[in-house]
C-alpha cells in the first residue's frame, strides 16, 4: 500500500553522521524529516501491513556529485521478511533498470578480506586508526579513538577499492557499532543484519532487519546520544512516538531507502545527481 506521511515532525536524526535541517514556526521547532522512516514504523505498528512511499526527504549536507539537500527517496516495509529476502526483492526491482545485471552479495568481512583491509569486527580501534592512516586519513585524538567513525572510513575505503565501476553488490553483516536500527544477530563475533548496495562505486540503497524492541530502540538513541556530545553536536530528541509504537507492537518486517536520483544518475551515465534533477540548486 502506497502511503504518505508528513515531511516535518518533532524530532531530527539521532544519527551522528547525519545533519537535520531545523525550521522555527509559529507553533514551535520542527525538522524536515531525513527519511520517512520513524512515521511508517508508526503505520506498520498500527497495523498498515507491507507499505511504500516515494517522498522528498533532506539533510543538511554540502551539494556533490553524489548529494543534494533535498533528494528523492524511496523506501518500502515488507512484514514477514528479513533482509535477505529484502535484497531478493531489490534485486528484483534495479532488474528493470539494469537486465541481466548480476548483483553480487558479500559480507563485509569477505571483502575486508578480498582487499586485505582489517576486519571490521574482530580489529582493534588502534589497528583501525592505524590503517586510516595509512590510506591518509589525518587524525586528531579524539578520532582516532572514535570507533564507530574509523569503521564508517573503513566501508567508505573498501566501497571505494573492493566495488569499483563495474561491480554491484549488497554487502551486509554489518559490525555492531553500525547496527543503526537493525538487529543485531548473536553469533561470535556478532553482526548487525543490514545491508547496503553499491553498484559502480556508488551507495544506491540501504537496507535492515528492523529492530522491534523499544527497550534496545531507546538504548541505540541514548547511544546516538553519548556520541553526537564526543563529536560536539547537538543533542537529539528522542522520538517518543516511535517508541510508543515499538512498545504498542511493531511486526517483524525488513525495510529499505533507495535513492531515486543517483538511480537515475547510474542509469544515464551522468556525472551527477544535479543532471538527472529538473531542478538543478542554482535554479530554486
Avoid at 514551535?28 to 522528498?56: H, N, V, W
Avoid at 569503521?151 to 575505503?157: A, E, M, R, S, V
Avoid at 531507502?257 to 538511480?263: E, K, M, T, Y
Wanted: proline share 6%; aromatic share 6%.
Amino acid at each position: 500500500m502506497e502511503v504518505d506521511t508528513p515531511l516535518l515532525g518533532h524530532t531530527g536524526a539521532a544519527d551522528p553522521a547525519i545533519g537535520s535541517l531545523a525550521l522555527d514556526l509559529p507553533n514551535g521547532r520542527r525538522f524536515l524529516q531525513t527519511s520517512p522512516e520513524f512515521a511508517m514504523k508508526r503505520l506498520l505498528a498500527a497495523g498498515s501491513g507491507d507499505i511504500y512511499q516515494l517522498c522528498k526527504a533532506f539533510r543538511e549536507e554540502e551539494h556533490s556529485p553524489l548529494h543534494r539537500g533535498e533528494f528523492t527517496l524511496l523506501e518500502w516495509y515488507r512484514v514477514g521478511f528479513d533482509h535477505h529476502q529484502l535484497m531478493d526483492e531489490v534485486t528484483a526491482l534495479l532488474g528493470l533498470f539494469w537486465p541481466g545485471r548480476t548483483l553480487e552479495r558479500l559480507t563485509i568481512a569477505q571483502l575486508a578480506q578480498q582487499v586485505g583491509a582489517p576486519d571490521p569486527h574482530l580489529s582493534s580501534t588502534q589497528a583501525l586508526a592505524s590503517y586510516a592512516r595509512e590510506c591518509g586519513m589525518v587524525l586528531c585524538l579524539a578520532t582516532a579513538r572514535d570507533r564507530s567513525l574509523l569503521l564508517d572510513f573503513l566501508l567508505t575505503q573498501l566501497v571505494h577499492v573492493g566495488l569499483p565501476v563495474g561491480r554491484a553488490a549488497f554487502i551486509y553483516d554489518f559490525p555492531v557499532e553500525q547496527a543503526a536500527y537493525a538487529r543485531v544477530r548473536p553469533q561470535l563475533p556478532p553482526v548487525a543484519e543490514r545491508f547496503e548496495l553499491v553498484v559502480d562505486g556508488v551507495e544506491l540503497a540501504n537496507g535492515y532487519h528492523e529492530l522491534c524492541d523499544p527497550v534496545a530502540q531507546r538504548a541505540r538513541h541514548t547511544q546516538e546520544a553519548a556520541l553526537r556530545a564526543t563529536r560536539g553536536l547537538a543533542p537529539p530528541l528522542i522520538d517518543e512516538r516511535l517508541l510508543a509504537a515499538l512498545t504498542a507492537g511493531l511486526p517483524a518486517c525488513a525495510g529499505v531507502a533507495l535513492g531515486i536520483d543517483r538511480l537515475l544518475m547510474l542509469h544515464e551515465g551522468a556525472a551527477s545527481v544535479g543532471e538527472v534533477m529538473a531542478f538543478g540548486a542554482e535554479t530554486i
